[in-house]
């Protein structure tokens, strides 16, 4: 039973994976089917031990992407939002029948302004319906997560009584959110603490924390749980998530792991799948990693000062608490050179944390050897990039095939662009203030779409002149914002293929994902 689970000796603190809930709730941030499986599969790698793989109700395409990843995943538990309602119980329940360790996470608000506000119900509604739905549930599985919506702004004593009830229903693991991001560090802990000391059964329960980031205290508020008590912090892949985002995991992980001497406890993550989780999750989102993000960022054991290089050539520990080698930052040499073999190729995906039964490696490889023609150095992240564009250019609804492009200093930009459309050539030309923007008019006649470019950037993966270009783009059209990623040593080409991305998301996002308003953050 979960609840004996639940009750053995806290040896160690769990890693709650919500990047493929909460964290698609960032704004352009929706992934597809195939996208959410790729990145649950790094979620097992990682070792998590449980993945909040989807809201079952909120859309058909999420009941579908939760039910692929519970048939997919064999390690963690997969588990699905609920609401305190019939229907979503029953979705949730039936999204993760197929799960290896199939679960629930339930919710209500339980604050004031929350109750009043949104639900238009009373405590004793808040009560009745949260019993209810943990009762449900209880009748299908054992693995049961409740979460009291806004715990850090509720009110202790009603949110004791509502824990007490569930708990008597059936709850194994108990979850108090900072969904606003509004607590501190030391009244988050004491509030943890409260709730283990006062509710009865706390103890054959495992308490839980969520932190939102709207104040830089989400990791803080987390750790600051842990001391007092919580051994499961939900997080996302680099702290994606609503508004200023959700806890990161790979600080906390890290955090555990570097201060041991002070928590005694750790998580069992494989930190070295650390960097390459993060990466996936960038090249998938087409969100940059921000050079000052702590643990993966480009900067993170980057020294520019003298005095800190002189101390690091002296004697590491004086200005790095951690190895990059520990998260698995690749060392960025040369692995592969145009006289390497396919079975190289397919060795080093491996070891970079890749999932190559998830890749056309023949496409990938014959794309990696033109790269070697074209490049004196290849580098992992290179590699990365081809085997994620080469995923990326599966056949869509949009399909680039060519791109011509004409500028000088005297003549205005010209571009002519060939696609395929569900399967059917089309042409266009356009004129513009730039070649990209000549591609980008062309390519918008063809797909006969009128979406606003909200966001455009370009980064060179690696160093020279003969670097892969990364570009990603958000757009926006009908409500909708969906990013767009494209990877390729022509920097317009590159563009290109970043916009049809966006283009293709926006056709599978119009039909697979409604994002409800209230799901818990």
Not at 93 to 117: C, N, R, W
Not at 167 to 188: F, K, M, S, V
Not at 456 to 472: H, N
Request: proline share 3%.
């Amino acid at each position: 039973m979960a609840n004996a689970q639940a009750a053995q000796p806290p040896d160690f603190v769990r890693i709650f994976d919500t990047t493929l809930r909460d964290g698609e709730q960032s704004p352009g941030c929706t992934m597809n089917v195939e996208e959410k499986i790729a990145i649950a599969r790094q979620l097992e790698r990682l070792n998590v031990d449980v993945i909040e793989a989807g809201f079952a109700a909120s859309s058909p395409g999420d009941y579908q992407s939760v039910q692929r990843i519970s048939e997919a995943i064999r390690g963690p538990v997969v588990l699905s939002l609920s609401r305190t309602r019939d229907a979503d119980v029953d979705q949730a329940l039936s999204a993760v029948d197929k799960a290896k360790q199939p679960g629930i996470h339930i919710f209500i608000a339980t604050s004031e302004i929350h109750m009043k506000y949104k639900l238009n119900m009373t405590g004793e509604d808040v009560l009745q319906a949260a019993t209810w739905a943990v009762t449900r549930a209880k009748q299908h599985l054992d693995y049961i997560e409740f979460s009291c919506e806004d715990a850090s702004r509720s009110d202790w004593d009603f949110m004791v009584k509502v824990c007490t009830e569930v708990i008597r229903a059936g709850a194994t693991i108990i979850n108090l959110p900072d969904t606003t991001g509004h607590a501190i560090p030391e009244e988050y802990g004491r509030m943890s603490a409260y709730m283990r000391e006062t509710v009865p059964g706390a103890d054959q329960v495992r308490w839980s924390t969520h932190c939102h980031n709207d104040l830089g205290l989400a990791v803080a508020n987390s750790l600051a749980a842990v001391r007092n008590g919580a051994r499961q912090v939900e997080c996302t892949i680099s702290g994606i998530g609503e508004r200023a985002g959700n806890t990161s995991m790979e600080e906390v992980v890290m955090a555990l792991k570097t201060r041991n001497d002070l928590f005694g406890i750790q998580s069992r993550v494989n930190t070295r799948q650390i960097y390459p989780a993060s990466r996936l999750l960038s090249q998938i989102l087409a969100q940059p990693i921000a050079p000052n993000k702590p643990i993966v960022g480009d900067n993170a054991f980057a020294h520019e000062a003298g005095i800190h290089q002189d101390g690091v050539l002296k004697y590491k520990l004086t200005y790095e608490i951690m190895k990059p080698e520990d998260v698995g930052i690749p060392s960025n040499k040369l692995v592969l050179g145009k006289h390497s073999g396919r079975h190289a190729f397919v060795n080093r995906l491996k070891e970079l944390g890749i999932d190559v039964a998830s890749v056309d490696v023949e496409r990938a490889f014959a794309e990696f050897k033109d790269l070697c023609d074209k490049k004196k150095v290849v580098y992992d992240d290179d590699i990365i990039a081809v085997v994620t564009e080469e995923a990326r250019r599966t056949a869509e609804y949009f399909e680039l095939i060519d791109v011509n492009v004409q500028s000088s200093t005297k003549s205005t930009p010209h571009a002519h662009v060939s696609m395929r459309v569900e399967g059917k050539e089309h042409q266009a030309e356009a004129t513009g203030d730039g070649v990209v923007d000549a591609t980008y008019k062309a390519i918008l006649k063809i797909a006969q779409l009128k979406p606003v470019l909200e966001r455009y950037s370009v980064k060179a993966i690696t160093g020279g002149t003969d670097a892969l270009g990364e570009v990603s783009c958000l757009l926006r059209d009908q409500g909708m914002t969906v990013a767009g990623h494209g990877a390729h040593s022509d920097i317009v080409v590159a563009s290109a293929l970043a916009l049809v991305n966006a283009l293709n998301r926006l056709k599978a996002g119009a039909h697979m994902r409604i994002k409800p308003t209230d799901a818990v953050a």
